[in-house]
């Protein structure tokens, strides 16, 4: 049975940097082809992917977020951290961690997500 | 502003069916990529519903399909049920932007 969690701070200051963990089960992120990704939702609007890491430590980041984001493994730990600088109240939103099989494509596990609020 | 085009909201009775639609382009849908489809239900996470254009994961009742032509993309529910009231959203690849994109979702309401 695949889970997945996300915890860290539930407010933080515009100019911080967040740093979300995603502790995970069911699954190694050592086993070809699997990815996790972190997917936000802002209130009332729709997901937007964030970054996916993949089993072999490639990184894919957001076009418009890549320079603010960075996205590592502990694969001992069952654990993926997204760190997020600079944040602003429209970066306010529900934050997902995801998992994504074997050389596919959906995003079929999520985790219940934490909202992050950006207010001073 | 979405790369995947949805309405923004439909509507349908009970037992009726009712199809939302995802637009793209020749850069997603349109290059073939799949589409797939997430419910979300009031305060809880997506869930996978479609994937892969047409394949339904374990457990999601057969009411419920997906169909791709050109580049468009549709979710179709038969048999409307007051528990299907949610959010649905369609999501796919984009080569120009060569990431992972959503629609704008669609509000789903069973009168």
């Known amino acids: 049975q695949i889970t997945l969690k996300e915890s860290g701070p539930t407010l933080v200051k515009p100019t911080q940097t967040l740093t979300l963990t995603c502790t995970f089960s069911?699954?190694?992120?050592?086993?070809?082809?699997?990815?996790v990704a972190w997917v936000r939702q802002p209130p009332g609007k729709a997901p937007e992917c964030l970054a996916v890491?993949?089993?072999?430590?490639?990184?894919r980041y957001g076009p418009s977020l890549k320079s603010r984001l960075t996205i590592t493994k502990d694969t001992s730990k069952n654990q993926v951290v997204l760190r997020m600088t600079n944040m602003d109240p429209v970066d306010t939103a529900t934050y997902y961690c995801?998992?994504?099989?074997?050389?596919?494509?959906?995003?079929?596990?999520w985790g219940q997500g934490t909202l992050v609020t950006v207010s001073s | 502003q979405s790369v995947l085009t949805q309405p923004s909201s439909v509507s349908g009775a009970p037992g009726q069916r009712v199809t939302i639609s995802c637009a793209g382009s020749?850069?997603?849908?349109?290059?073939?990529?799949?589409v797939h489809w997430y419910q979300q239900l009031p305060g809880t996470a997506p869930k996978l519903l479609i994937y892969?254009?047409?394949k339904r994961p374990s457990g999601v009742p057969d009411r419920f399909s997906g169909s791709k032509s050109g580049t468009s993309a549709s979710l179709a529910i038969t048999g409307l049920q007051a528990e299907d009231e949610a959010n649905y959203y369609c999501?796919?690849?984009?080569?120009?932007?060569?990431?992972?994109?959503f629609g704008g979702g669609t509000k789903l309401t069973v009168l």
């Open positions: 999501q796919s690849y984009d080569r120009s932007l060569n990431y992972w994109v």
């Open positions: 020749s850069s997603n849908i349109g290059a073939h990529y799949d």
């Open positions: 995801v998992h994504r099989p074997p050389h596919a494509d959906p995003f079929d596990y």
């Open positions: 890491i993949y089993w072999d430590d490639d990184r």
């Open positions: 892969d254009d047409t």
């Open positions: 069911g699954f190694s992120l050592s086993t070809s082809g699997v990815s």
